[in-house]
Nanobody
Framework: QVQLVEAGGGLVQAGGSLRLSCAAS????????MGWFRQAPGKERDFLAA????????YYANSVKGRFTISRDNDKNTVYLQMNSLKLEETAVYYC?????????????????WGQGTQVTVSS
């Protein structure tokens, strides 16, 4: 089992920045690939970014490429999502997720474990 706890959400003005963190605990949590998703009310859960555990290869949705950066600190079992130039429409609950042997890290269904989510509200 792996437990994930997100932090760092809050209220930010459009154009501003936030850094989310996701602390993982449990068995060999540092060997999991990690991803970030978000879900706005009434919408599907959308992929944002992912990072492999071995090579630290990163993957991004086109909508956030160049503005968001995913990173991980395996010593701390923590993954981060630095979000810059936030837009009003990016108000959502942001989730981190973990998978041991994911083949397609872009798909929410690949992930085995999920955090409880953290609210990000972007205001004008």
């Amino acid at each position: 089992q792996v437990q994930l706890v997100e932090a760092g959400g809050g209220l930010v003005q459009a154009g501003g920045s936030l850094r989310l963190s996701c602390a993982a605990s449990g068995r060999t949590s540092s060997t999991y690939a990690m991803g970030w998703f978000r879900q706005a009310p009434g919408k599907e859960r959308d992929f944002l970014a992912a990072i492999s555990w071995r090579a630290g290869t990163t993957y991004y949705a086109n909508s956030v490429k160049g503005r968001f950066t995913i990173s991980r600190d395996n010593d701390k079992n923590t993954v981060y999502l630095q979000m810059n130039s936030l837009k009003l429409e990016e108000t959502a609950v942001y989730y981190c997720a973990a998978v041991l042997h994911g083949k397609n890290l872009y798909r929410a269904s690949e992930y085995e474990y999920w955090g409880q989510g953290t609210q990000v509200t972007v205001s004008s």
